[in-house]
Antibody, heavy 120, light 107 residues
Framework: QVQLVESGGGVVQPGRSLRLSCTAS????????MHWVRQAPGKGLEWVAL????????YYADSVKGRFTISRDNSKNTLYLQMNSLRVEDTAIYYC?????????????WGQGTLVTVSS | DIQMTQSPSSLSASVGDRVTITCQAS??????LNWYQQIPGKAPKLLIY???YLETGVPSRFSGSGSGTDFTLTINSLQPEDIASYYC?????????FGGGTKVEIK
């Protein structure tokens, strides 16, 4: 069965960095696009970033462009989100999600999420 | 960027009622529209993709319709397990975007 397990969340001070990981199993990871989606406490869903199945293209929300980097290691079945220059407003649960296709369509499987808290 | 506007933001209905949630895109997105359900404390779950295709395993009381800028999610015969927030999401243009969500409660 498809499983996505996020890790790497925690409490970090503003301006610092954090790297999230998402380990995939139960499917051919290298055949699917992958996303990061976040949800601030008590708020709605916000798409963060997308990477194509082969890592050849990445796209970002305006709110994180230039600060966050999405990447993947298909040999390790792992998705990453490098978050630099963190701000208080980046506080959220971060979900990784699989795309139904190689690039971009619907998010058909989600992880359980990892909480990132940015606070001094 | 494409803005997605959902209405209502919350609703209360009785078990067995038909519930309708609407989603409007700020520009034509064809049928590149998905719907998700999020039960409190859980990760979102895909219900409908490409505006009207039911995801495998989703009960048939859920249905989607629309194209262009106006879309609808319908729950026929609301059940207690449908208590959740519902989100639309467009993937016609990057940045991808979600609607603000609709919280469904039982009356």
């Amino acid at each position: 069965q498809v499983q996505l397990v996020e890790s790497g969340g925690g409490v970090v001070q503003p301006g610092r960095s954090l790297r999230l990981s998402c380990t995939a199993s139960g499917f051919t990871f290298s055949s699917y696009g992958m996303h990061w989606v976040r949800q601030a406490p008590g708020k709605g869903l916000e798409w963060v970033a997308l990477i194509w199945y082969d890592g050849s293209n990445q796209y970002y929300a305006d709110s994180v462009k230039g600060r966050f980097t999405i990447s993947r290691d298909n040999s390790k079945n792992t998705l990453y989100l490098q978050m630099n220059s963190l701000r208080v407003e980046d506080t959220a649960i971060y979900y990784c999600a699989r795309d139904k296709t190689t690039v971009n369509s619907a998010f058909d499987y989600w992880g359980q999420g990892t909480l990132v808290t940015v606070s001094s | 960027d494409i803005q997605m506007t959902q209405s209502p933001s919350s609703l209360s209905a009785s078990v067995g009622d038909r519930v309708t949630i609407t989603c409007q895109a700020s520009q034509d997105i064809s049928n590149y529209l998905n719907w998700y359900q999020q039960i409190p404390g859980k990760a979102p779950k895909l219900l409908i993709y490409d505006a009207f295709y039911l995801e495998t395993g989703v009960p048939s009381r859920f249905s989607g319709s629309g194209s262009g800028t106006d879309f609808t999610l319908t729950i026929n015969s609301l059940q207690p397990e449908d208590i959740a927030s519902y989100y639309c999401q467009q993937y016609d243009h990057v940045p991808l975007s979600f609607g603000g969500g609709t919280k469904v409660e039982i009356k």
